[in-house]
């Protein structure tokens, strides 16, 4: 059974910090996607990665996947009062057609 | 113009009651998706279409039945809507393949069912 693990669950960090978010999936998967979440708003896509060793940046955020250990990142270089948000990562497998997320990542960027 | 759209923005109703959530995507896009995500923030998928054949179908009770007209609409009705229902629910669309794929997501519909 395909499980997501998200830690930490929440964060909180200065400005001008670097940190990151882990997601742990239990199973084999196609590819694995980040969401940034608003408060009270919609979804956002930031990121898919399907290969071992993806790499992808955007801005102050960059997600890579490691498929061997299971685990992707999203790393956060500079925090900025911005980036506040609730950051949700996903796991799909097109075997099963499971497509499962993360319990989220609440972060708060303080001033 | 708004890329994909939900209507209605709230929805409350009584328990038993059958209601539909509407969406459409002015996108082009081939696949659709409905969300919920509950009062913890948990997300979960319940249905994917792609060019209007349904691809991933979660297991959520039947009372929840996704509808397809056509492929730039993808509505939910849910019959007997009980308290547990209340969420929030997204609809997204996507477009591309691999990593250039990308989903684009609905302003939401906030359920609560009394």
């Known amino acids: 059974e395909l499980k997501v693990e998200q830690n930490p669950l929440f964060l909180s960090m200065q400005e001008g910090k670097n940190y990151t978010i882990y997601c742990n999936y239990s199973?084999?998967?196609?590819?694995l996607y980040w969401y940034r979440q608003d408060p009270g708003k919609s979804l956002e896509s930031l990121f898919v990665?399907?290969?071992?060793?993806a790499v992808k940046q955007e801005g102050r955020l960059m997600a890579s996947l490691d498929t061997k250990a299971r685990l992707s990142t999203l790393h956060i270089t500079a925090a900025v009062h911005d980036l506040s948000a609730t950051y949700f990562c996903?796991?799909?497998?097109?075997?099963?057609?499971?497509?499962?997320f993360g319990t989220g990542t609440r972060l708060k960027v303080l001033a | 113009d708004t890329a994909v759209s939900q209507t209605p923005k709230y929805l409350v109703t009584q328990m038993g009651n059958d209601k539909s959530i509407k969406c459409e995507q002015n996108?082009?896009?081939?696949?659709m998706y409905w969300y919920k995500q509950d009062s913890k923030k948990f997300l979960k998928i319940m249905f994917s279409?792609?060019?209007?054949?349904?691809?991933i179908n979660e297991t959520v009770p039947n009372r929840f039945s996704p509808k397809s007209p056509d492929k730039a609409h993808l509505n939910l009705h849910i019959n007997s809507l009980e308290l547990g229902d209340s969420a929030v629910y997204f609809c997204?669309?996507?477009?591309?393949?691999?990593?250039?794929?990308?989903?684009?997501f609905g302003p939401g519909t906030r359920l609560l069912v009394l």
């Open positions: 279409y792609n060019n209007k054949e349904l691809i």
């Open positions: 990665l399907l290969s071992n060793g």
């Open positions: 996903a796991v799909y497998t097109s075997g099963t057609y499971k497509y499962i």
């Open positions: 996108l082009g896009h081939d696949t």
């Open positions: 199973t084999t998967s196609d590819r």
């Open positions: 997204a669309s996507s477009h591309g393949t691999g990593t250039q794929e990308t989903q684009y």
